[in-house]
């Protein structure tokens, strides 16, 4: 299981945030909406207050309109005599009392003389300070108001008699205006006969708790209906006074806050909810799909990479029998070279193919070997104390024969050769890759250099770069890092035909960096390729003994 | 109007000088008794033509009557400047009785809104009995009857507007499973009272016909807390109502006397009753129902116009108005067996020796078993006579009446009075009167007004010997 724990976490961890970012990203945005949906649900449901109360204003001010028309039949024809008038207003509607006062402002009608009926007589002792001086003498001394018929001339006035608020409606009749009392009770008993009851009758919503209140001047509630109970402290969600007569009165609406966005609220909760839901179930879905896919592909892949390996390691043992054998067969020769032939003796000749080929077939298998350990994070390092340039004449060695065959030249300057800590048998892999790449790739250039060089930008400050240089072709500058993917090969002519595993430079950037360095390509404006590998070798201490 | 006030008239009317006629179902029958007083030999005038009432039973009397057929001239008082002197001051007395129902009485339909304060009582007993007493009056009520029913906390709802009663089971149920709702809650902010009413009124407004009698069946549970509350509104607000031909009775249950509920009922001109008992709850409003039902005659409007030279100085009692030579007054309603009365004063100052038409009586009502408009006219005529006249002219029903109107009208005089804690206003109002009735008492020695007049004294009494601002019951 560990070989494939960390790309399927990978996998694994990219199906998640695949699935939980668009998730989480759509849960803000509907959050979002559902307060953005909820602040336009207030507005519009205290645009809805507003319409009730402006609707109530109006049926209030029909009312008063009504009053208004009803009274205005009396003024109709005024009789002068005051027993004629006092039994023209004997059937006036409701508690309405009339008084009469003539241009100077002084009672016409009752007598001020307490001769009238006793509701008379009541009447004149309870707006006396508002007659003469006061305001309804104020309101019939007045001039004639230029470009006001007389049907024009009324209007309403309303003190405070004993503390009680009264209306007076008044209509200018020629030289005399007659006044009208009504009572606030009066008054307030005729709105409240017609306002809406509770639950809210036509017109009223009975389905949201609400409650209205009808104030009088002095904020005293006269009536309320709805179903909402406010507490003291609560605030009337819309206000609205009304204007005369009943200036300073007001209709307050009052709704408790879950009213206020009830409209859409739940519908958009249930919406966003359910397509959260949905959403979750379809990328959890896709993920899900995505991720079965990927892992039987890479559990396809990794039994191949599994029998490769198998049979690298069933390979390995007969070839170094072979090798084994080819040492000794070579070795045998030499005893019985009897004749002095040398080397143009064709069963040496035979053998040194042999003893090539099974080398170059080591080689290959230790490549394969090693990338199927770095697939399984198996590939490691073995540091000791040593020398790099032997090392690097053992791999150019290695390949000394074919250089040759192909005329490349080799260039080795490793005058740089301090004692470090480092794995031989992985620099001589990186550089075995290098050089064979070069043969592969580079053989028209007929050229090798090695140059070993300090490397001051080490980790530790001690470290040794690798430059190894052809004159080949070169690798097109997008290229330059997709090389040291695996089995990656660039599809031009420069790999046309050529054999390879396509695993040489990954293995080789790998155990650079299991050096704490790395392997890459430099521009090189001579042409070719200029790979460096840069290996982070400590000088090696009294008591080392570490392995990485 | 007192127990007093309210019997209906002596059968010894025919026996009294005066005016009594009869109005039957035509509306033009009229009896008139012309009784001549041939002790004294002074002819009274009656002028009303008296026709024979085809049914009597559905007929309503009037009986207009002056206290006195006689008003003495003092020789002296012919070349001097007219005054006032209780000797020459006479009183003019109206009476309208109902006659008693029967079981073949036809009663008007009538349109009633019942009021539910739904506060509640801690005692359920006082809940369950209201919501059976007002079961057992929708059930009781015709079928060509209106009734609406209203529940009232903090808020108010229209439990069913006003239509037929056929559906009372279903109203009574809505009533029930209403309990909890307004006033129950945690901000409930007490009764509307005000609000209650007045929808009340709205609906019985919406079938207000002649035909009808209207009222308002208020079952109060708690003062009110909301709306116009103080004693003056709400009587200003009852007379408001009244005033659209609208009764209100008021049940108050559980708590006692509450003034502003009354005054309420004060204003309308109704009736207010208090139950403390769960056991009262249902005949109260059985009584009330049935108070109702025995309504003969509506919207009665009386008209009484003087002789220029005798105008009325006063009405006795708080019923009536006056007009110049006119007195005018009007009630709502006339139940069965039930009288109404009005009482003028007059001060004959101008009294020439001789007969003279004194006063004339119109009548107006609208007739529950005719659904007719009755109009009725009743003469009353007088005689002037030189000299000295026997005291025992005086018409001893007519006498005792005003005496009985002279001392409540003190005797309510006398308390606001003492409301005000003007104490001798209250001494002197009682003792201006008593005055006068010892006079009449001591003229005529009459038992009732000699009970008047002790009465009297014993309130006087009941004031003697304290400082301003104290006084002792009544006992």
């Known amino acids: 299981m560990t070989q494939n724990t960390r790309p399927r976490r990978t996998l694994a961890l990219m199906l998640i945030a695949m699935t939980l970012i668009p998730v989480a990203l759509f849960a803000i945005l509907g959050s979002r909406l559902i307060d953005d949906q909820e602040a336009l649900s207030r507005v519009e449901a205290t645009r809805v207050f507003d319409d009730r109360l402006d609707t109530l204003e109006s049926a209030i001010q029909t009312i008063v309109r009504g009053l208004e028309r009803e009274l205005s039949r009396y003024t109709e024809t005024l009789p002068e005599d005051a027993a004629a008038l006092s039994e023209a207003f004997r059937r006036l509607p409701r508690e309405v009392d009339a008084l009469v006062l003539n241009d100077e402002g002084k009672l016409v009608f009752p007598s001020a003389r307490g001769a009238g009926t006793r509701r008379e007589t009541a009447l004149v002792d309870r707006t006396r300070r508002f007659v003469q001086q006061g305001v309804l003498g104020q309101v019939a001394r007045r001039e004639p108001v230029a470009g006001v018929s007389a049907a024009d001339d009324r209007g309403w006035l309303s003190p405070a008699i004993h503390g009680t608020q009264t209306f007076f409606r008044w209509y200018r009749k020629g030289l005399r205006t007659v006044f009208f009392e009504i009572g606030e009770v009066s008054l307030a008993s005729e709105l409240v006969m017609q306002l809406p009851d509770t639950p809210e009758g036509a017109g009223g919503d009975t389905a949201r708790p609400t409650r209205t209140m009808l104030l009088d001047a002095s904020g005293a509630t006269l009536y309320q209906w709805g179903l909402h109970e406010p507490d003291v402290q609560e605030a009337p969600k819309s206000t609205r006074v009304l204007v005369q007569p009943l200036a300073g009165w007001r209709l307050q609406h009052y709704a408790p806050e879950s009213e206020l966005s009830v409209a859409y609220e739940g519908t958009l909760m249930t919406a966003v909810w359910a397509g959260l839901v949905g959403l979750a179930f379809i990328l959890g879905g896709c993920a899900w799909l995505i991720w079965v896919a990927r892992t039987r592909e890479m559990r396809v892949a990794q039994q191949r990479v599994s029998f490769v390996n198998q049979v690298s390691h069933e390979l390995k043992t007969p070839l170094t029998n072979i090798r084994m054998y080819a040492d000794l067969l070579a070795a045998s020769l030499e005893d019985d070279d009897m004749e002095g032939l040398g080397d143009t003796d064709p069963r040496q000749r035979h053998l040194a193919v042999i003893v090539r080929e099974s080398d170059r077939l080591s080689r290959l298998i230790r490549n394969v070997l090693n990338f199927a350990r770095s697939q399984e994070e198996r590939l490691k390092v073995s540091v000791r104390p040593g020398r790099i340039a032997p090392v690097v004449e053992g791999a150019v060695d290695n390949h000394r024969e074919s250089l040759r065959g192909l005329e490349i030249a080799v260039d080795l300057d490793l005058s740089h050769d301090p004692v470090r800590v480092f794995d031989a048998d992985a620099v001589e892999q990186i550089l075995g890759n290098l050089i064979s790449n070069v043969e592969k790739y580079a053989r028209t250039g007929h050229y090798l250099g090695i140059r070993l060089e300090n490397w001051p930008e080490a980790p530790n400050g001690q470290g040794v770069r690798i430059l190894v240089r052809d004159r080949g072709p070169g690798i097109a500058k997008e290229h330059r890092e997709r090389i040291f993917e695996p089995f990656w090969r660039a599809s031009d002519k420069l790999s046309d035909g050529v054999a390879g595993t396509g695993i040489g430079l990954d293995i080789a950037r790998r155990l650079a960096r299991l050096h704490g360095g790395d392997l890459r390509l430099l521009p090189s404006p001579e042409g070719g390729c200029l790979f460096e590998a840069v290996l982070a070798t400590p000088p090696p201490t009294a008591d080392y003994s570490r392995k990485t | ?475």
């Open chain 2, 1 to 475: 109007m007192n127990d007093r006030k309210n019997r209906a008239p002596a059968s010894a009317a025919s026996r009294l000088p005066g005016t009594r006629v009869r109005f039957g179902a035509s509306g033009a029958r009229v009896t008139a008794a012309l009784l001549t007083l041939a002790w004294v030999g002074v002819p009274l005038g009656l002028h009303a033509e008296p026709p024979e009432p085809k049914d009597s039973k559905d007929s309503v009397e009037l009986d207009l009557r002056l206290d006195r057929p006689i008003i003495r001239i003092d020789s002296d008082r012919q070349a001097t400047a007219p005054r006032v002197t209780p000797l020459h001051r006479a009183y003019v007395r109206l009476r309208i009785t109902a006659r008693a129902a029967t079981a073949t009485t036809r009663h008007a339909p009538l349109n009633i809104a019942i009021a539910v304060d739904r506060t509640g009582h801690e005692d359920p007993e006082m809940d369950a009995a209201i919501t059976e007493a007002v079961q057992q009056a929708l059930e009781s009520l015709a079928p060509h009857d209106v009734v609406a029913l209203v529940a009232y906390s903090d808020t108010v709802e229209v439990l069913a507007a006003a239509g037929p009663p056929r559906q009372a089971a279903g109203i009574m149920l809505r009533l029930m499973a209403g309990k909890g709702n307004g006033a129950l809650g945690p901000n409930a902010r007490g009764a509307n009272l005000f609000g209650g009413v007045a929808k009340a009124a709205a609906e019985v407004r919406r079938h207000t016909s002649h035909s009808r009698v209207s009222h308002v069946l208020v079952i109060s549970a708690q003062p009110p807390g909301l709306g116009p509350q103080s004693p003056n509104a709400l009587a200003q607000f009852g007379a408001s109502v009244a005033r659209e031909g609208v009764g209100v009775t008021v049940i108050q249950t559980g708590s006692p006397d509450e003034p502003a509920i009354r005054a309420l009922t004060v204003g309308a001109g109704g009736t207010f009753l208090a139950v403390q008992d769960a056991g009262q709850v249902g005949p109260a409003v059985d009584e009330t129902i049935a108070r109702l039902r025995s309504v003969r005659a509506r919207d009665i409007r009386v008209q009484m116009s003087f002789d220029g030279n005798t105008p009325p100085t006063r009405i006795v009692g708080s019923v009536g108005e006056i007009a110049r030579t006119r007195v005018n007054a009007s009630w709502r309603e006339l139940r069965a067996a039930r009288t109404l009365e009005l009482i003028a004063q007059v001060d004959t100052d101008r009294c020439v020796p001789g007969s003279h038409p004194f006063a004339q009586a119109e009548l107006r009502y609208f007739d529950v078993q005719t659904n007719r408009e009755i109009t009725v006219l009743a003469p009353l005529g007088v005689t002037c006579a030189l000299g000295d006249t026997h005291e025992s002219h005086f018409d001893f029903e007519v006498a005792t009446s005003v005496s009985i109107a002279l001392g409540e009208e003190a005797r309510e005089a006398a308390r606001r009075a003492l409301g005000r804690g003007d104490r001798v206003e209250a001494e002197r109002v009682l003792s201006v009167v008593l005055k006068e009735l010892r006079d009449t008492a001591s003229a005529m020695k009459h038992p009732e007004i000699m009970s008047v007049v002790d009465d009297l004294e014993s309130e006087l009494r009941t004031l003697d010997g304290l400082p301003p601002g104290a006084y002792r019951d009544a006992p």
